[in-house]
Nanobody, 121 residues
Framework: QVQLVESGGGLVQAGGSLRLSCAAS????????MGWFRQAPGKEREFVAT??????TTYYSMKGRFTISRDNAKNTVYLQMNSLKPEDTAVYYC????????????????WGQGTQVTVSS
């Protein structure tokens, strides 16, 4: 069982930056690939970024503005978001899955409660 707790969301102006954190409870955190997803009001959940258990490989739905990273010693995964736009406004969720990293949320086993990111224009 893995419990995930996101933090770092908030209100930011367009062009600003935020760093989201996701702390995991499991001592086996390093066995899990991690992902970030988001869901805007009235829209379906969408994939943002994923990272392998070692941190050696990452994949993004959008290149350049977001960076996913992890610190296995701290059981934490991060999402650095730069040059934020109003369309990035959403609830951001982190998720964990055993095995390889992936973009399909249905393949993730554990989810956090989400953190709200609001970007004003």
């Amino acid at each position: 069982q893995v419990q995930l707790v996101e933090s770092g969301g908030g209100l930011v102006q367009a062009g600003g930056s935020l760093r989201l954190s996701c702390a995991a409870s499991s001592r086996t955190f390093r066995r899990y690939a991690m992902g970030w997803f988001r869901q805007a009001p009235g829209k379906e959940r969408e994939f943002v970024a994923t990272i392998t258990w070692s941190g050696g490989t990452t994949y993004y739905s959008m290149k350049g503005r977001f960076t996913i990273s992890r610190d296995n010693a701290k059981n934490t995964v991060y999402l650095q978001m730069n040059s934020l736009k109003p369309e990035d406004t959403a609830v951001y969720y982190c998720a964990a899955r055993q095995g390889v990293a992936g973009t399909d949320g249905n393949e993730y086993d554990y989810w956090g409660q989400g953190t709200q990111v609001t970007v004003s224009s």
